[in-house]
């Protein structure tokens, strides 16, 4: 769900603090959005969060540096799988002598790609950081992330010690609270047909679609930081593709659209190459 949202968010859905600030002031003025009848209970919950949001600063959201499971850059890759299995996120800070000294993070994907090649080496996988106050603002924090394509931040302290950790996914989930809109909520899927081809939900994350056709990206896809296969699918096209169009992979696998509007791919249909 959060990386849905996410996604949305990148794509400029919510593509400036301006943006927040101006639906927060229809909603105080008696604007559009003022009558409850005319909004969903998600819209409701939506600009109540806005506005409780506007005054927090990073440090309200952060998780603490004592709860943070971050990586040696000398670990081996035993020692990695180790951490990840009984740590399971999707990020994994990375840090030299201590963890005050990060210097990147990396992505639990490149990861598993790197140590089931046979060529971990974290200099080749680990990504760029952001760092931040945490007197900072969590809107103006959004907006940098959105920016830059980051998704984790690390707090700093006055003294440029490591503080904490804060992700793009903790900020939208404060933002979306608890909602009943079946569509924010419903699980991504993918379902076999009895001909042996595929049918699956646009949105459906790429780590879940390599569970079932093995890691297929290349190392531009990985590069690409996909995440969804319709990401993937308009990464290949190079633009949203047309209905009925197929887009084949070099890997051989062909996804024909089932589903599109002229922003993203909503639905696909999968076959594997023939052998």
């Not at 949001?53 to 952060?62: G, N, Q």
């Amino acid at each position: 769900m959060l990386m849905k949202i996410f996604n949305k968010f990148k794509r400029g859905a919510h593509s400036s603090r301006k943006r927040f600030e101006d639906m927060d002031g229809v909603h105080k003025k008696g604007g559009t959005y003022q009558d409850p009848s005319q909004l969903s209970t998600s819209q409701e919950v939506f600009l109540k969060n806005i506005q409780r949001v506007h005054e927090m600063v990073v440090d309200d959201l952060k998780i603490p540096s004592v709860d943070i499971v971050a990586i040696d850059s000398g670990f081996s890759a035993e020692k990695v799988l180790e951490i990840m299995r009984n740590h399971p996120f999707q990020f994994y800070p990375v840090f030299q002598k201590n963890l005050d000294d990060v210097i990147g993070v990396m992505h639990v994907r490149d990861i598993a790609f790197s140590i089931l090649g046979g060529h971990y080496e974290i200099k080749n996988i680990v990504r760029d950081v952001l760092f931040v106050s945490a007197s900072m603002k969590i809107l103006d924090l959004l907006l940098q992330m959105r920016t830059t394509g980051h998704r984790v931040a690390m707090v700093v302290d006055e003294y440029g010690g490591i503080d904490g950790l804060i992700t793009a996914s903790s900020i939208i989930e404060e933002l979306i609270g608890e909602t009943d809109d079946e569509d924010l909520l419903e699980s991504p899927q993918m379902v076999r047909l009895q001909d042996g081809t595929f049918v699956a939900d646009a949105r459906l994350p790429l780590e879940d679609f390599e569970e079932q056709f093995g890691f297929i990206l290349t190392d531009d896809e990985k590069d690409a930081d996909l995440d969804t296969l319709g990401g993937l699918v308009i990464y290949l096209a190079g633009r949203v593709p047309d209905h009925r169009e197929i887009i084949t992979h070099s890997r051989g696998i062909e996804f024909e659209v089932l589903e599109a509007n002229p922003r993203r791919v909503l639905r696909l249909r999968i076959r594997r190459p023939i052998v």
